[in-house]
């Protein structure tokens, strides 16, 4: 069976963040390396990553030297599922696959539940399914009263679902021909083709059944999500693990479950938390309660970072940054203040694709910000704002929309020079100075 990685799509609602989801590290280790290591520890070891033109070079760059058997396939354009798989029917077609988003987060017993599904049951297909409360905006599943699917519902809207099972990506086809088949012959002119074969093969006869799956599962959509998926990936660490090369200072304090990797050098630590490979954590500063930062990261001086998914080689000096998500290659100067919350305390929205703003669902909310990006000194940035990569916010601004990328924003200020008047008066500073005395020798009999 070969493990089949879709990594060819874009995710068009992740502004500023220009990085494929699956890309962005965690504990040190891309989210499709984690996958890997999950489908590997349930004796899955033949993987195909199917990416774009873009992105697949990086992939093959990341795997570059590890002990994976992998190939790959290029998808041209992201047209859907059906389109990635066909990228790669050479490689697919005679054998039974494994379809997997890498973009979704879960546990390693997403795959173990699937591979003894297919040991204990006698269907074509297994596909699995996890019940929510609340409307998520994906595929639904419709099934009968033993599990077997009737088919799917792509995002039926809220109030119109046929059922509470929504899809997970997480597919195992042993009947890999007649799946292609399908894809080859059926028309859509939306991106469902993969949806709609799987529906026709059921018209057709084939069983498929749904996996039901409990653990945890987090879909990453927008922007906020990497808060939640840095939550969950440092709430798994469940230790303290700090690297022999690490230079620890006397004075630090570390508290609670930490990993500082080698070359990190610190002030005041609380976990959970993750500092990367020669990141700097410096005088007087803190880093606590899931603050995951990348390698070669300086927090500078009497910084403070909390709640936040920091990126590689990023700068920072005296600044407060709370709920923010802080792509690669960032600056942030002294004084810049990120306000993660409003004034009302309500939900912060967040504008995307500018069709008004959408709800986060989040009250602490700080700064989205793209790679390659730096402020000014005394730089207040509201909550929610984003800011596109290659940008820069001048001094003294006090950003309250978003920015797009390759812009900088400053403030225009009208000086004036004139002669000096205004001298100061000795005599006064003396008189004061006379009674500030006077009263401590008071307080002291």
């Not at 940008?391 to 950003?399: D, I, Q, R």
């Amino acid at each position: 069976m070969k493990t089949v990685f879709l990594a060819g799509g874009i995710g068009k609602r992740m502004f500023p963040l220009m990085e494929d989801k699956f890309m962005f590290k965690f504990l040190g280790k891309t989210l499709l390396e984690h996958h890997i290591e999950m489908a590997s520890a349930n004796g899955l070891n033949d993987f195909v990553i199917i990416g774009n033109p873009d992105n697949i070079d990086k992939i093959k760059d990341t795997f570059n030297g590890k002990n994976y058997k992998i190939k790959y396939a290029i998808q041209v354009k992201p047209d859907g599922m059906a389109n990635a798989l066909l990228a790669a029917k050479e490689l697919l077609a005679n054998e039974e696959i494994m379809i997997v988003n890498p973009n979704d987060v879960f546990e390693k017993s997403a795959y173990s539940a699937i591979i003894a599904a297919s040991k204990n049951a006698d269907a074509d297909s297994y596909i699995l399914g996890q019940e929510v409360k609340e409307y998520f905006p994906g595929g639904y599943l419709i099934v009968d009263d033993k599990n077997y699917m009737k088919g799917i519902m792509e995002k039926p809207g809220k109030g119109n679902e046929p059922s509470n099972l929504v899809n997970i990506v997480v597919h195992y086809h042993k009947k890999t021909k007649e799946l292609f088949k399908n894809m080859e012959t059926v028309k859509s002119e939306n991106d469902d083709v993969y949806e709609m074969s799987v529906d026709k093969m059921i018209k057709d006869g084939f069983k498929i059944k749904v996996v039901n799956y409990a653990g945890v599962w987090k879909a990453i959509k927008y922007p906020w999500h990497m808060l939640d998926i840095t939550k969950y990936f440092l709430a798994c660490m469940k230790t303290q693990m700090i690297h022999k090369d690490a230079k620890i200072a006397a004075n630090a304090t570390i508290e609670g479950d930490v990993i500082i990797e080698a070359g990190a050098e610190n002030a005041v630590v609380k976990g959970p938390c993750y500092i990367g490979r020669n990141s700097i954590i410096g005088n007087n500063s803190l880093v606590r309660e899931f603050a995951h930062i990348g390698d070669n990261s300086v927090v500078g001086f009497s910084t403070e970072i909390k709640n936040s998914y920091i990126g590689d080689n990023c700068w920072f000096h005296t600044a407060y940054i709370g709920d923010c998500i802080i792509a690669d290659n960032c600056s942030l100067a002294a004084g810049t203040i990120v306000t993660n919350v409003r004034l009302d305390e309500k939900d912060i929205k967040v504008n995307i694709f500018g069709k008004g703003d959408i709800s986060s669902g989040l009250d602490h909310l700080g700064v989205i910000m793209g790679e390659n990006c730096r402020t000014g000194s005394n730089v207040t940035l509201m909550p929610g704002v984003r800011i596109g990569p290659n940008s820069v916010v001048g001094p003294g601004v006090t950003l309250r929309d978003d920015l797009e990328p390759n812009k900088m924003v400053y403030v225009k200020q009208e000086q004036v020079i004139k002669e000096n008047n205004v001298l100061p008066n000795s005599k006064k500073k003396e008189e004061v100075m006379k009674k500030l005395i006077k009263l401590e020798e008071r307080r002291k009999k």
